[in-house]
């Protein structure tokens, strides 16, 4: 499935806001900071990684796997995508 360019602008501004969490949170390493406020930011950057997956997973869903069973194949995208859902679900 193709992704608007406004889709694509947001999902990389989020993941942007991700890595430069990421670059506070080694910082915060370097600095010594408290341990809890960097357990904190890390459950943040988890929860953010979550949204966009989510987002990612609905795309595929709505586009990809609607689109494969419209034209009869739908068994093997849907076993790809309890596949995929398996394995995001255990992160």
Do not use: P, W
């Amino acid at each position: 499935m193709m992704r608007t360019d406004e889709e694509k602008q947001e999902l990389l501004k989020r993941l942007r806001r991700v890595e430069g969490q990421v670059r506070g949170i080694q910082r915060m390493i370097e600095e010594d900071r408290y341990c809890v406020d960097i357990l904190v930011q890390l459950s943040a950057i988890s929860a953010a990684l979550k949204k966009v997956g989510f987002h990612l997973l609905e795309d595929h869903t709505r586009g990809c796997v609607s689109n494969a069973v419209a034209n009869g194949e739908g068994s093997e995208a849907i076993e790809e995508l309890m596949k995929v859902i398996q394995q995001f679900s255990k992160s």
